[in-house]
């Protein structure tokens, strides 16, 4: 390519702040809805691009499929799809009206005889699945599944007969939780800091927080990490933090940690931008595309995270 005569960019701190390192990560490397949604929540982008971009991954059924989530290749609708698909809604103020009346019809036609959702249905055999999401035929109820799309629905004021009994099965599944895994509790965390009844909520939160602790599932100290345990069946180093069980201030969660707690999980999280803008995957990498699919992701949630808890982004 020939030279344009034009100047580099100004090496002024707005074009290093993480900020902009990250717009250029994800015009790079991002699809075309997460571009969308960064320009949602950093560039006074329009929900109604973010609503246009979501609706290629709508199937007919009401359900969401096409790998929305990165780890499920393939077209077919999937509760953990769905569950995406709800965050991004939530996140631009548009989980309500007929198009979540469609989602929970696809919520009824694929919930458990309890009223709850599994994590994979078994229509996913068949197309590439990360190794480490098992399909089987007859699915259980999983809360990994139900308690993000519970908890979004009711935070969002949505009434559905589908709601009564998969809110009764998240208490249930959340109050008797004796051994969990990171991934687990961030679920149960989305159902309780939205479920409509807030005193019980918030004895369940304070519980889970203790167990949280006991369990050392979450890593408080960055400069320690072999004094916190993998779960099993995770990555090598797929530690979880403070802030990734306390998204907000506001989250039931952040009572759990210190102040001091929170704040080497943030700058822990602030030091994580790689050198290309983006910030890495922790979970495990099984196919290119896949991975660098969910790094916009990743990349935007820890945008969202600092900036809900004051701190310079750009």
Same mark, same amino acid.
């Given at each position: 390519?020939? !030279?344009?005569?034009?100047s580099p960019l100004p090496?002024?701190?707005?074009?290093?702040?993480?900020?902009?390192?990250?717009?250029?990560?994800?015009?790079? &490397?991002?699809?075309?809805? !997460?571009?969308?949604?960064?320009?949602? /929540?950093?560039?006074? @982008?329009?929900?109604?691009?973010?609503e246009a971009a979501l609706d290629a991954y709508r199937n007919e059924d009401g359900g969401y499929g096409h790998a929305l989530e990165?780890?499920?290749? @393939?077209?077919?609708?999937?509760?953990?799809?769905?569950? /995406?698909?709800?965050?991004?809604?939530?996140?631009?103020? +548009?989980? @309500?009206?007929?198009?979540?009346?469609?989602?929970?019809?696809?919520? &009824?036609? %694929?919930?458990?005889?309890?009223?709850?959702l599994p994590a994979i249905l078994p229509g996913q055999r068949g197309y590439p699945t990360a190794p480490f %999401? $098992? %399909?089987?035929?007859?699915?259980?109820?999983?809360?990994?599944?139900? @308690? $993000?799309?519970?908890?979004?629905?009711? +935070?969002? !004021?949505?009434?559905?007969?589908?709601?009564?009994?998969?809110?009764?099965f998240c208490w249930q599944a959340v109050e008797s939780l004796?051994?969990?895994h990171p991934y687990e509790v961030q679920a149960a965390v989305t159902f309780l800091d939205s479920a409509p009844d807030r005193?019980?909520?918030?004895?369940?939160?304070?519980?889970?927080?203790?167990?949280?602790? !006991?369990?050392?599932?979450?890593?408080?100290?960055p400069d320690r990490l072999d004094a916190f345990p993998v779960a099993s069946g995770y990555a090598p180093g797929e530690h979880h933090f403070p802030h990734d069980f306390a998204r907000s201030p506001d989250s039931l969660a952040r009572a759990w940690f210190t102040d001091d707690e929170m704040t080497r999980s943030l700058d822990h999280l602030a030091a994580g931008q790689q050198e290309d803008g983006g910030w890495p995957v922790r979970w495990r990498r099984w196919a290119p595309a896949p991975a660098l699919e969910a790094r916009s992701l990743v990349t935007i949630e820890a945008l969202c995270t600092l900036r809900a808890y004051g701190r310079f982004v750009g």
């Open positions: 390519m020939a !030279e344009t005569g034009a090496s002024t701190p707005l074009a290093r702040s993480p900020l902009f390192r990250a717009e250029q990560f994800v015009w790079l &490397t991002a699809r075309v809805l !997460e571009q969308h949604l960064f320009a949602y /929540h950093f560039l006074r @982008g329009s929900p109604e691009a973010v990165p780890d499920l290749r @393939g077209p077919v609708s999937q509760p953990l799809h769905t569950a /995406h698909a709800l965050r991004v809604l939530d996140a631009i103020g +548009r989980c @309500g009206g007929q198009r979540v009346e469609r989602v929970c019809r696809y919520l &009824t036609s %694929v919930s458990t005889p309890d009223g709850a %999401v $098992p %399909v089987v035929d007859d699915p259980p109820s999983d809360l990994l599944a139900t @308690g $993000p799309v519970v908890g979004l629905l009711h +935070r969002n !004021e949505v009434w559905h007969a589908w709601l009564f009994r998969a809110t009764d004796e051994k969990s005193p019980r909520a918030q004895a369940a939160a304070d519980r889970l927080g203790r167990l949280v602790r !006991e369990q050392r599932l979450a890593a408080l100290d």
